[in-house]
């Protein structure tokens, strides 16, 4: 009686209250997921019920088994997941801010610029910079967060003497054109090689002079190398190199700027190939921290044997090649490694400025090499072609005996590094869990139902009528074969009880 005098308002009003529940749930499980990665459905579900209903961590369990193995894995995990120093990084003034001109958008995150105030720290300052006015203005000049601050400042330690530091802020941050920067920078080596020739007479003098001549070392280093990077800017390529080669030929332990990336980018831009192999024999040793760039230019040399000739039809139907075989081995250890860099060289994604800073194995690395050798790629006949033919590689992409597994908090790295507008290449591809699945179904389906029992309620209510007598119509048969084998006068008991 109670469900025959109900009318269908009232169903209107069930559905359209479920609908909108089940939406709010959609949403905010949506948000939840998108910023921390996992369900709060399933997190709460781990994490607060499943220990109520008597289930076992396996955590727990293994706990005393697994400690040296879990410290093993946080050291590695803090190790893969360092932010280093981009090699390749693009000049602020001359640059990155002529794209903010044109754009209105901030290339650099707070994150990315700070990393970058705490290097100029540690490479351009030391604890005698106090003794020295116009050291000891650019000292507090590194610490500025306002960028006219910094350039006042640097200024103003013109003013009292030539300081090489005070010329590097300039030529990074106030230059507008890299012809700028790079006379600035020019103006930074007369000083900076002075004041490094005097420091190496009396690096021996004690503590406090050795540290001078470090950062006299560092300042040095800094301008000759961005006065490289200026040259291969303006297009002098030949001059870059000889700049690069005899950089490090000076300064052979400074490995902290990787300057070999720079010199692989300028020779791979005058194909001398020959060169970039010798390089890479060097470079390439498993003792040493990978990066994209040597793995990809190993694998770009390789392919560049092949290429031209390759066909996946072809070799499918005869098989591969010692050469060929060598090329797909070099690409899948180049794609191992940093899985998110095809899809830039195959432009299937849209390329930004690469940051100041760089994750290996992430998204902003990737980034910064595909933004400089992506021309390198699509001038050697066919490697795209044998690159692309790599979309079909099983998931996941490890092979296991190359690298550590693929490190979990690339992620958060890189949302720290890259600016909002880009959308963060995520390896492995994470799924949608199933409560946010179920949700929306569920919205979708309630939403739907409200819609039609509003519109159409004499209709909506035939089917509803329907579907319970078809839903029942199992129990009421069983109920009908119940009432035919027990006898009436126990059935009549049951029935009163």
């Not at 090489?164 to 020019?186: G, Q």
Request: charged share 20%; proline share 5%.
């Amino acid at each position: 009686m109670f469900l025959n005098t109900l009318t269908p308002k009232f169903y209107v009003a069930l559905t359209g209250t479920s609908s909108l529940i089940s939406g709010l749930i959609l949403i905010f499980e949506w948000w939840y997921f998108r910023k921390y990665g996992t369900s709060f459905i399933e997190q709460v579900s781990v994490s607060h019920l499943r220990p109520l209903l008597g289930g076992v961590d396996n955590n727990s369990s293994n706990n005393s088994n697994s400690s040296n193995g879990d410290s093993d894995s946080n050291r590695q995990s803090v190790s893969e997941c360092k932010v280093w120093r981009n090699p390749l990084n693009l000049f602020r003034g001359a640059e990155y801010n002529r794209y903010t001109w044109v754009t209105g958008r901030e290339p650099l995150t707070y994150y990315d610029m700070n990393l970058s105030a705490q290097d100029h720290q540690t490479f351009f300052t030391c604890d005698s910079d106090h003794l020295r006015p116009a050291d000891a203005i650019m000292q507090k000049a590194w610490r500025e967060r306002n960028p006219q601050a910094r350039i006042s400042a640097a200024h103003e330690a013109l003013e009292i003497n030539e300081c090489a530091t005070a010329y590097i802020l300039l030529a990074e941050e106030e230059a507008t054109t890299i012809a700028e920067a790079e006379k600035l920078f020019k103006q930074a080596l007369k000083a900076g090689d002075g004041c490094y020739r005097r420091s190496q007479q009396l690096q021996h003098h004690g503590s406090q002079y050795e540290a001078q001549h470090r950062r006299d070392t560092n300042v040095l280093v800094y301008i000759k190398r961005r006065l490289a990077m200026c040259a291969r800017r303006l297009g002098r390529t030949r001059e870059a190199v000889k700049m690069m080669r005899d950089l490090m030929k000076e300064f052979p332990l400074l490995s902290m700027f990787n300057i070999h990336e720079n010199l692989l980018e300028a020779l791979l831009e005058l194909q001398a190939y020959a060169d970039v192999q010798a390089v890479l024999a060097k470079y390439d040793d498993i003792s040493l921290p990978k990066s994209a760039t040597i793995c990809y230019t190993a694998a770009l040399l390789k392919a560049r044997a092949v290429s031209d000739k390759f066909s996946p039809e072809a070799a499918s139907r005869r098989g591969l090649s010692t050469a060929e075989m060598n090329a797909v081995e070099a690409i899948h250890r180049a794609v191992e490694f940093n899985p998110h860099v095809p899809k830039y060289l195959l432009e299937m994604k849209s390329l930004i400025l690469p940051p100041e800073h760089i994750l290996k194995r992430g998204d902003s690395e990737a980034i910064a090499y595909a933004f400089f050798h992506l021309a390198h790629w699509k001038r050697v006949e066919g490697a795209l072609n044998l690159l692309h033919s790599f979309r079909m590689i099983p998931y996941p992409l490890e092979k296991g005996h190359l690298f550590y597994p693929y490190p979990v908090c690339t992620e958060t790295a890189d949302r720290e590094l890259l600016p909002s507008f880009h959308e963060v290449s995520v390896y492995p591809k994470k799924e949608l869990p199933f409560f946010i699945l179920f949700t929306a179904g569920l919205c979708s389906f309630t939403a739907m139902l409200a819609l039609l029992t509003h519109q159409f309620p004499e209709l909506m209510g035939v089917f509803a009528k329907a579907f319970l007598s078809t839903l029942f119509a199992p129990l009421n048969f069983v109920m009908e074969k119940v009432e035919s084998i027990l006898p009436s006068s126990l059935w009549h008991q049951l029935t009163r009880i």
